[in-house]
């Protein structure tokens, strides 16, 4: 169904009836569908690489620090790993 004038489809709400809720419904799978294979596809190449984890160095000596030279929190000793005496 076209709303007068519009040129567009007309939602359910608005008489559209289930063949548009159909149509609404199959695009979004079939977007969702896309961006799951392709991110799919992406995250392989970049595991292959060896590109999608962090070095066991940098995870002992925390992600902010091995990569920033800085932590990510305030800097009191509870952060630092001294404890609070």
Do not use: T
């Not at 809720?21 to 596809?41: E, K, P, R, S, T």
């Not at 002992?60 to 509870?78: K, N, R």
């Amino acid at each position: 169904m076209v709303v007068a004038g519009w040129g567009v489809a007309a939602g359910v709400p608005a008489g559209g009836g289930v063949k548009q809720l159909w149509a609404q419904l199959w695009g979004n799978l079939a977007i969702g569908g896309a961006a799951f294979v392709v991110m799919g596809a992406v995250f392989l190449a970049i595991n292959a690489f060896g590109l999608l984890r962090v070095s066991a160095e940098g995870e002992q000596e925390g992600i902010d620090i091995h990569e920033h030279g800085s932590p990510a929190y305030h800097p009191e000793p509870a952060y630092m790993g001294q404890g609070l005496s």
